[in-house]
């Protein structure tokens, strides 16, 4: 590759290059912390706020993790994309349309790499219409101008909005920290997941390394680097590898049943209304104390100097002192 100017001398990317990207158009956020080495934080969130055909592009309101030279958030990697294996909240009672867009409510970044993001993803959650010849579901956008299809759809009474966020100002005691409020109202059973990494046949699974303690849970890695979360609103996760099946959407497994085995840590509820409010950290150590007062979307949460509350739109990160 050749620099332009010619001349222009080669320089490292830190102080340069930006943390935050946004392509507000798509709905894609990136978030780093810095340009230095492998053990950077960088996170990805994908609202998919315009269609995207083919398996290019993540379910909406999904996201990647990486940091201290680990994967702590992941996802589907193949062709084959499919919600189940994603960090959402699932509705295995309900219909799902998988490839629906989401709204963007609001967004914020920071010159150090933080930032908080919202959407509205109550189209994944309705229903989709038939076409005439009962073959297909009717297409939700059009094919040119990402213009929604209101009749495409069917409201069956659930709606869905996610705000995450994400502070690197290492005020919480962590070089990273993420917070997720989701609430979905309406719909049978909701499972808040957070999909952990396969690992390899040779080395110990994620799960195997995960340890879960009242409302909250530790993923340990070999070198001592850990995620710990918390359910602030109360739930209560399980770590396990449950089996799934989906339907192959392309390619020679087109239309066939795929057994896939979904390694992560599941909280469940059956409340018509359900308010999942998440805080985790990740240290290359031992994490830091989380407190927190009040109740359910309402708690006040302090990991060191660092507080955590929504809004009822929003996450705030606010500085205690």
């Known amino acids: 590759m050749l620099n332009y100017p010619l001349d222009m001398l080669p320089a490292e990317p830190d102080g340069r290059m930006p943390l935050t990207w946004q392509a507000d158009d798509f709905g894609f956020y990136g978030l780093r912390n810095r340009w230095r080495d492998g053990d950077d934080f960088v996170f990805q969130f994908f609202a998919r706020s315009h269609y995207i055909g083919g398996w290019n592009s993540g379910n909406a309101g999904t996201f990647r993790l990486v940091g201290l030279g680990h994967d702590w958030a992941v996802g589907s990697t193949d062709r084959n994309r499919h919600r189940w294996e994603e960090s959402v909240v699932q509705l295995p009672d309900d219909p799902h349309n998988h490839n629906a ?10 010159r150090d790499g933080s930032g908080v993001i919202c959407i509205d993803y109550a189209d994944v959650y309705r229903g989709r219409r038939l ?7 009717m297409r939700m956008y059009s094919r040119y101008g990402n213009i929604r299809q209101d009749e495409a759809f069917v409201d069956l009474g659930i709606t869905g909005m996610r705000s995450i966020g994400v502070d690197y100002s290492g005020r ?17 059973r909701k499972i808040w997941t957070w999909q952990l990494p396969k690992g390899s046949k040779e080395a110990p699974r994620d799960v195997q390394r995960t340890t879960v303690k ?3 849970f530790t993923v340990l ?9 918390i359910f602030v609103s109360g739930q209560r996760p399980v ?8 339907t192959g959407g392309g390619g020679s497994t087109s239309g066939k049943t795929l057994e896939r085995p979904i390694h992560g840590v599941f909280a469940e509820t059956r409340n018509k209304k359900a308010d999942f409010f998440f805080v985790g950290t990740i240290q290359p150590g031992q994490p830091p104390e ?9 708690t006040l949460d302090t990991v060191g100097s660092q507080q955590i509350r929504f809004d009822g739109e ?3 990160f606010e500085s205690k002192h």
Request: charged content about 20%.
């Open 101 to 110: 867009c989401a709204t963007v409510t609001y967004a914020d970044t920071r």
């Open 131 to 137: 076409r005439p010849d009962g073959r297909k579901g």
């Open 172 to 188: 919480s005691g962590a070089p990273c920290l993420v917070a997720i409020v989701d609430r979905v109202h309406g719909g049978g």
């Open 214 to 216: 009242g409302n909250s």
């Open 221 to 229: 890695k070999a070198d001592g680097a850990s995620l710990h979360g």
């Open 239 to 246: 770590a396990e590898v449950r089996m799934t099946t989906m």
């Open 290 to 298: 989380t407190r927190f007062s009040g109740q359910g979307l309402n």
């Open 314 to 316: 929003k996450i705030v």
